[in-house]
């Protein structure tokens, strides 16, 4: 029996790092996994492995920002797959990958940089999850998940402005979402990683004094492997969360405890 057995869910930015780990993870506990990116070459990599491990999986492009990308891989979901029962809002970015190791400051901030970071990662999971509402309504039930960051919860976690800014907005939108859709069975909760290896923070963590700095803020010492946050994530998707919504999930090596 899988913790997943009979669910259908889609993922949304699983080409690589967390977003793919949790592909692989639902798939092995059972669910039909539909997921998207815009890095189809990687996506179509990680679909062709896990369909070689025999699970059930399909990749779509996905572009988080376009209304018409999501109406598909919804549509996908529902016509491949019969329904729709978890949505996962992975995709995100962090504008301080392309400026190098180091915080950007407010004053260093452009408009353009303002803009992409709130469009993928807010506007991305309003709009995942405004396509996603109608389908999980039809299946009778479902579950959202979020995926904020502890830089959603503080400042002191700041790389850039705009990604806390977009953070939290994921943070609140959620508990939205969920008082909103409770009386339907549509459950939304958001998940707060720390430091987790990934390529989003490897431009950091390869400047030896920066990776100290940080790694010295963090009570467990060390960064974690994506599996320490999908299982988080497949716990608020699966039914044993049934009578859980609104709740923030903190995965963070206990950053923000302190
Ligand atoms: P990652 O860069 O490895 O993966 C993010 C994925 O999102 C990539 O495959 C990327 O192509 C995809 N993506 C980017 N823009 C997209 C768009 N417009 N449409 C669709 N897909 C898009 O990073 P990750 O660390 O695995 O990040 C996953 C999530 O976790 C992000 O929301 C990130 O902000 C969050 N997060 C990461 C960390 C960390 O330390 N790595 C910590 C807290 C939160």
């Known amino acids: 029996m899988g913790r997943m057995d009979d669910k259908v869910a889609i993922i949304s930015g699983g080409a690589r ?12 506990e059972g669910a039909k996994v539909v997921f998207g990116d815009i890095l189809d070459e990687l996506g179509q990599q990680v679909e062709a492995d896990c369909r070689a491990e025999g699970l059930d999986v399909a990749y779509a492009h996905l572009d988080v920002t376009s209304e018409d990308d999501w109406r598909a891989i919804v549509a996908l979901a529902e016509e491949r797959y019969g329904k729709l ?10 504008i301080s990958v392309e400026g190098g190791a180091r915080n950007i400051s407010l004053e260093d901030t452009s408009v353009e940089q303002w803009d992409r970071v709130m469009d993928i990662n807010s506007k991305g999971v309003f709009l995942g999850t405004r396509a ?14 979020n995926i904020s ?27 939205a979402t969920a008082v909103q859709h409770a009386r339907e069975g549509i459950r939304a909760n958001s998940v707060h990683p720390g430091p987790i290896m990934t390529p989003m923070s490897e431009s950091t963590y ?19 492997h994506p599996i320490e946050v999908a299982y988080g994530v497949l716990y608020l998707a699966s039914d044993e969360a049934s009578f859980v919504t609104g709740a923030e999930l903190v995965i963070d090596g206990g950053c923000i405890a302190q």
């Open 17 to 28: 790092g967390m977003g793919a780990e949790e592909v692989r993870l639902f798939a092995r």
């Open 206 to 224: 390869a400047d030896p004094e920066v990776a100290a700095q940080r790694l010295a803020l963090v009570p467990l010492g060390r960064r974690a």
């Open 132 to 145: 996603a509402i109608p389908a999980m309504r039809r299946a009778g039930g479902g579950s959202i998940i």
């Open 149 to 175: 960051s502890i830089a959603g919860m503080t400042g002191a976690w700041s790389r850039s402005h705009p990604y806390n800014a977009s953070k939290g907005a994921v943070r609140l939108f959620t508990k």
């Open 85 to 94: 029962d978890a949505l996962v809002n992975n995709a995100g970015i962090s």
